[in-house]
């Protein structure tokens, strides 16, 4: 399977504890995206790199939040002090290139207790 | 500000019966559109996408999607609705930046 990867699949943390996250986006895309999704509501954009460059972050990440994709290749995500408020999916997508179709993961879902 | 509108957020149809999605978006441009499906507990699955040319765009499993500019709409349609299709519907607008913007989804629920 070629897909956007995603690793783990559901996290289950105490608040205040930190977590990280990961996304294998399609081998050759040199694209890659993090979202976020609440119950009942569509993804929200968080952050995105061309390579290894992060060229845009969201209002709604916060200093707490921190992405990277080092070698531009795989991407992590870490959320510092988790609150309960960032209970969510957290969702990766790939594409080759922008403004195109992006492909996603299965997500991680993220429970913060 | 680019927003994309989906005013139904629950549909239900029987199996075999037409559906249609309604998507609107608010866009100054010609915006790029895409629809995505969701099962519950998965990611996204890109179903079709529309750049140019011919607004009346075929995607995977029966969809299609037609872009219409008067009316800011772009919305999704199968002509026979089968059971494993229900799901979350997302219309999805990416303007002049990467990310795309979504609405807030349309559940379809299948009856047999």
């Known amino acids: 399977d070629t897909g956007v990867s995603q690793d783990p699949r559901h996290k289950i943390t105490k608040r205040g504890q930190n977590v990280t996250f990961r996304c294998d986006p399609i081998?050759?895309?040199?694209?890659l995206y993090w979202y976020r999704q609440t119950l009942g509501q569509g993804p929200e954009f968080l952050t995105y790199?061309?390579?290894?460059?992060?060229?845009?972050k969201s209002r709604l990440l916060s200093d707490r939040f921190s992405a990277e994709r080092p070698k531009g290749s795989f991407s992590t995500l870490e959320i510092q002090r988790t609150e309960q408020g960032d209970s969510a999916m957290y969702l990766c997508?790939?594409?080759?290139?922008?403004?195109?179709?992006?492909?996603f993961g299965p997500g991680t879902r993220l429970t913060v207790l | 500000a680019q927003s994309v509108t989906q005013p139904d957020i629950h549909i239900t149809v029987s199996e075999g019966a037409s559906l249609e999605l309604r998507c609107n978006y608010s866009y100054g441009a010609t915006p790029y559109l895409f629809w995505y499906v969701q099962s519950p507990g998965q990611g996204l699955q890109l179903l079709l996408k529309y750049f140019s040319g011919d607004t009346l765009v075929q995607g995977i499993k029966g969809f299609e999607a037609e872009f219409k500019r008067s009316q800011s709409s772009f919305n999704l349609r199968k002509p026979s609705v089968h059971w494993s299709d229900a799901a979350e519907y997302f219309c999805a607008v990416a303007a002049n930046t990467d990310k795309l913007i979504f609405g807030t989804g349309t559940r379809l629920q299948v009856f047999p």
């Open positions: 790199f061309q390579n290894e460059a992060q060229l845009e």
């Open positions: 997508a790939s594409s080759l290139d922008g403004p195109g179709p992006q492909y």
């Open positions: 081998s050759e895309h040199n694209r």
